[in-house]
């Protein structure tokens, strides 16, 4: 029976059956001001457009032409992923036509779909790298070759089109790749997995929308045969492909970070869908295990190159920072579905923590450039890339407009283009706000619906006002959000009570609310020293700074004379302060002696640099580095 749009689920990216909470769509959350409304903007003026003109450069639209007119496998263009690509944007301008109602949007979004259809295969099948005379068979290479990966990401798109549009041909092309993948990988077809996990979330959140349970046992299929080496050792080892220890085994996440990302937040949905407490709660526990030793201060995860992976405990260097991009977007995602699940305030710190300082900064201020790494410490101050070349780096020391890799710029897309969804959830009878940004925010309770305005100037400003401007006859629940890291001076007050101090975590305010109640939370954003765990090394004696859930940084253009930010102490005696140049410190010049050996006997000192005279210096946000051109920056100043 056809999936009809309706307010349950319209324009949710999750829609869960089971959960302490329940998530509202990008229809009942309107951001209206302020930072991510900004973002917004960006993405629905010139972050989408820009992703779609480089696909279209790059050849990816044209590989569904050349399949269709038999020019494979010559024709092809990108790697055996680019289709995803593709699929993801269709995905972030399903949203923005969903939040915005674009209809020239709309219109491009249905000439892909007419480049698309054509190439699907009538069992279902989609692709265009594989399955052509001349081109490698079917699934013959699970490890690399992404097919599966590539239909997620169909799937999803396919999920945002209905819970914004309605069932369509693109809903229906899913529909007919999702039964394929049953027919084909279900109990007794082809036992093994993808190399790169997402099908796994996808068919969930299908099955969600189809309200057809055989998505969800295929997703269940998939994420209990790995694990199970059903995958080739290659030079990384499973453990890369996730495929060395079953899920509900892992005790901390290892192994390529997106990945291992995107199969958690597959595994808590399978784990809700099928109330299966024990999933659910291996997944808390590796996810816990993962951002206390294995998590960057910015929320970003993944400490190697080589690999693009999680590094052991601890390990977790400032300058060989990968934190991809996308593993930002997939941290957001696991942290969604458990808060969703448990209610706890600490997945929403991290979804914040990680939009701010990882997702945020992925895009330039225009939404022409990105990073697809982010280092904590920029060395050298790097070469702007070409603005009409593919980036062959994805650790490019400045932001490139484009990538042979270009997974991360579709990703930001989608997110920035579906966040509305991440600020707020309901319960029966309570509304939750988990993220501030000036909006209004509808919701239907058990006795009725409510709605709220809130004006903040976040995070620039800690005060949030939450006004009611509807209401129901009995008593309900607002609920707001501590962070964790205002664990001294937050306070409360309901109209014109006084304010009262509250602690980190979820705090409710209960009672039968009238129109123009208000509640103010004020929350303290006074700039702080921050110090690193001592077992992390590779910043021992170091301290960062920070201002409510941004990270703030060291960049040399804010520094006299030409110096790079390696060349300078931080003076720890005198605390960060907030003035009118924004958010300074006292640091310290060093100069060294280079010699021919860099190292030296000592009775047991450590050898310092020559002091020059103390000075204040401008630090910025993180997600802002590296709009000035060439320069260096580090989060992590040392001391010493």
Known sequence: MPHSVTRLDQGRPVAPTRG?????????????????????????RT???????????????????????????????GREFADSDVYKLLEAMAWEIGR???????????????????????DGYLNTYFGRPGQASRYSDLEWGHELYCYGHLLQAAVARGRTTGEDRFVEIARRAADHVCAVFGAGGIERVCGHPEIEVALVEFARYTGDDKYLEQARLFVERRGHHTLADIEFGRAYFQDETPLRDTAVMAGHAVRALYLAAGGVDLAVETDDRELLEALRRQLGE???????????????HEGESFGQDHELPADRSYSESCAGVGSVMVNFRLL????????????ERTLYNVVAGSPNETGTAFFYTNTLHQRVRGEVPPENELSPRASSSLRAPWFE??????????????????????????????????????????????????????????????????????????????????????????????????????????????????????LPIAPRFTAPDPRIDAVRGSLAVE??????CLESPDLPGGLDVDAVRLDASAPPTLGTDGITVALVPQSFDDGAWP????????????????????????????NRGPATMRVWMPCE
Do not use: K
Not at 101 to 115: C, H, I, P, S, W
Not at 342 to 350: F, H, N, P, S, V
Not at 547 to 552: H, N
């Open 20 to 44: 302490t909470l329940r998530p509202l769509g990008i229809s009942e959350v309107r951001i209206t001001d302020g930072f991510w409304a900004d973002r917004q903007d960006i993405n629905a």
């Open 47 to 77: 972050l989408i457009e820009h992703c779609e003109q480089w696909i279209a450069r790059s050849g990816w639209v044209d590989n569904f032409d050349a399949a269709r007119e038999g020019r494979m496998p010559g024709a092809h263009t």
């Open 100 to 122: 915005s109602g674009d209809q020239g949007m709309n219109a491009r979004f249905e000439a892909l779909v007419d480049r698309i259809e054509p190439v699907q295969e009538p």
């Open 290 to 304: 993962t951002v206390a030793r294995r998590t960057y201060l910015t929320g970003g995860m993944g400490a190697h």
């Open 340 to 351: 969703l699940a448990t209610g706890e305030a600490e997945y929403a710190d991290l979804i």
């Open 405 to 522: 890799v270009s997974c991360c710029p579709t990703n930001v897309a989608r997110t920035f283009a579906s966040l509305g969804s991440y600020l707020a959830t309901t319960s029966a009878d309570g509304l939750q706000i988990h993220q501030y940004a000036g909006a209004s925010i509808a919701a239907d309770l058990d006795a009725g619906p409510v709605a709220v305005q809130v004006e903040t100037r976040y995070p620039d400003d800690g005060l949030v006002r939450v006004s009611v401007t509807q209401t129901v006859d009995s008593e309900w629940e607002i609920g707001l959000r501590v962070p964790g890291w205002a664990d001294t001076g937050a306070t409360l007050r309901v109209n014109d009570s006084a304010a009262e101090p509250v602690g980190p975590g979820a705090v409710p305010v209960r009672r039968r609310f009238a129109v123009g109640d208000t509640i103010e939370l004020a």
């Open 547 to 552: 201002a409510g859930p941004i990270v703030y």
């Open 599 to 626: 190292y030296r006997t000592t009775d047991g000192s450590l050898p310092g640099g020559t002091a020059g005279a103390a000075f204040a210096a401008a630090l910025i946000p993180y997600h802002r580095r590296a």
